[in-house]
């Protein structure tokens, strides 16, 4: 993506020192932009924890490079498997929802499982790291190919009017290496000339879509209008809304859809006005181990000052977080909710699009059984 003349990714590897791992620090976005450099596995562990990286398949490919530094750590005095499943467990700590985290682990546990030797285990894990982060890139471009049939139908239906499109959270490029899952079809519409506008939800408590996705689109030149996060129902009912595509922290195998808190509630409304509600998501984010979403996905349950307080820019200069309650008053912040499966009209895919049924999704993803 590009950010004034520079094309960026949300993580890369410093070619000119090794144990550098750099990525955007999303915590200060929009209002400043700054890169940071993880150089250890307790640096990845922190970073992912703390929200200085987040989205599913970015934590998934920062994960791989976790396990890439954890390699880098080892001296002739280390217990060599020890060290890397106590990495792959540490690292895996780190947030429970986005199943990305899981899978990219497993990935490099499986590869490293065949080296012995240091200088063999850093090469295979820095490769299996770049090709992770390389494939979540292709499969946005992918899923936006499929999702730009869907818009380019409705742009037909409307004779070229503009395409509205609800988005809830941050599913773009922040937080998929690049192009995004939810926002790809809408960046490869918007190239082709085709008229879009994002309604974007603000995204209480962590304001995703008002910081990130709103600097993303307003980079991109996509029209947008941020909307508080109650306001989507009214639109709906207003023939506002076109179409809602959300990303997906993880998917069940019966197409139940973990994703930021409050997209349940967009889907409900999506359904009750007959509008289309897509999730765009990679194979990475599908969980064929859980056949029951809405009973048994992780939801993470954050530090309730996220919802007492509120972020944002003092003066023009500092980032400042204030109380938007009284002061004794307690919160509880659920970070995900599930979208249950009959609620999603399809999920888009890099394989295509299918619809939320168990039996579609085993069909496209039987790779992932096990
Ligand atoms: O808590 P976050 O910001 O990590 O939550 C992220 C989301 O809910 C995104 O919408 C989701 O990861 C999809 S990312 C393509």
């Known amino acids: 993506m590009r950010i004034g003349d520079k094309h960026y990714e949300s993580i890369w590897l410093d070619r000119d020192d090794e144990k550098a791992v750099k990525i955007i620090d999303q915590r200060k976005l929009p209002f400043d932009f700054s890169i940071v450099t993880l150089r250890t ?42 060290h890397l499943r106590n990495a792959a467990k540490y690292l895996l700590s780190s947030r429970p929802t986005a199943v990305n985290l899981e899978w990219a682990i497993d990935k490099q546990m499986s590869v490293l499982a065949a080296y012995c030797r240091r200088d063999r285990l850093v090469e295979a894990s820095e490769k299996t790291a770049e090709d992770i982060a390389e494939q979540e890139k292709q499969n946005c471009k992918k899923i936006g190919k499929h999702g730009l049939g869907i818009i380019e139908e409705i742009s037909r239906q409307k004779n070229g009017e503009p395409v509205n499109i ?137 530090d309730g000052k996220e919802v007492t307080h509120v972020e944002g820019l003092l003066n023009n200069k500092d980032i400042v977080s204030i109380r938007v309650c009284p002061e004794k008053t307690g919160a509880i912040n659920y970070a995900f909710d599930i979208t249950p499966a009959y609620l999603v009209s399809g999920l888009i895919t890099e394989k295509g699009i299918c619809r939320a049924e168990e039996k579609e999704i085993e069909k496209l993803f039987s790779e992932k059984k096990n």
């Open 41 to 82: 596995v307790e640096d990845v562990y922190s970073a992912i924890r703390n929200m200085t990286l987040r989205g599913a398949p970015l934590i998934g490919a920062a994960a791989a490079y976790g396990m890439y530094l954890a390699c880098l750590e080892i001296t002739t005095y280390t217990k060599t498997r020890e």
């Open 166 to 302: 609800l988005t809830h959270c941050n599913a773009g490029w922040l937080a998929c290496i690049d192009y995004g899952t939810a926002t790809a079809p809408v960046y490869l519409a918007h190239d082709k000339g085709i008229k879009v506008h994002v309604w974007v939800d603000e995204t209480r408590p962590r304001n995703q879509g008002a910081r990130l996705t709103a600097w993303e689109l307003g980079n991109h030149g996509v029209p947008h209008t941020l909307v508080a996060d109650n306001t989507g129902g009214y639109l709906m009912q207003k023939g506002d809304v076109d179409i809602v595509i959300t990303g997906s922290d993880r998917t069940s195998a019966n197409g139940d859809v973990a994703n930021k808190s409050g997209t349940y509630l967009k889907a409900l409304a999506a359904k009750d006005n007959n509008i289309p509600f897509y999730v765009a998501l990679p194979t990475s984010t599908i969980d064929m181990n859980i056949s029951n979403g809405v009973k048994e996905i992780p939801v993470e349950a954050r």
